[in-house]
């Protein structure tokens, strides 16, 4: 089973549609699944003992606050061009929560030949050049925007649009 962690963002109504709007036009994958922070990558796993781990590091995290200041576009992995919102609040929490769902089933897996950016994909393209252009018209228009996490979601990425396994909440 292709699994993934991901947290979606609780936002102000308006902001929250202005993002899915946005992504609609321009992430492929706007109609599978909300706007989300991953936490875990794809990744071929056992769902049971995944989620063993997922519930001792939600059990030992508190919701996170975070403010998406920052529009960024670089290339990916894959070669195709992201544009993406990232927090500057709340951020180490993000990659603390990334790093500790790597450290065990899962720690093989960890890339770590690419630093981690917590961030909310909102275009995903093939033509750097349009897409650079896309964050900049984005960037000038973009105010930064508060929200919070209060949940860990695991996802079964094999479904159409994907299936949430089980959802655990952070420790309040």
């Known amino acids: 089973m292709r699994l993934a962690v991901v947290a979606y963002p609780q936002l102000d109504p308006e902001t929250a549609a202005e993002i899915e709007s946005f992504r609609t ?6 109609h599978r699944i909300p706007a989300h922070f991953t936490l875990v990558f794809p990744a071929e796993t056992d769902a049971v003992t995944l989620a063993a781990e997922i519930r001792l590091v939600a059990a030992s995290s508190t919701p996170v606050d975070f403010t998406l200041a ?20 709340g951020r180490a929490c993000f990659e603390t929560m990334h790093a500790r769902l790597y450290s065990g089933v899962l720690a093989g897996q960890l890339r770590r030949d690419v ?8 275009a995903v393209g093939e033509d750097a050049e349009a897409y ?15 929200g919070r996490i209060v949940e860990l979601v695991l996802l079964d990425l094999d479904d159409d649009p994907f299936r949430a396994v089980e959802v655990f909440e952070l420790h309040q």
Do not use: Q
């Not at 036009?25 to 706007?30: E, G, I, M, N, Y």
């Open 70 to 89: 920052r529009v960024d576009a670089s290339i990916g992995i894959d070669g195709r061009c992201y544009v993406v919102l990232e927090p500057v609040e």
């Open 115 to 122: 630093e981690y950016v917590p961030h909310v994909t909102v």
């Open 132 to 146: 650079g252009r896309l964050a900049d018209d984005l960037r000038a228009a973009w105010s930064p925007a508060a």
């Open 25 to 30: 036009r321009h992430d492929p994958l706007a």
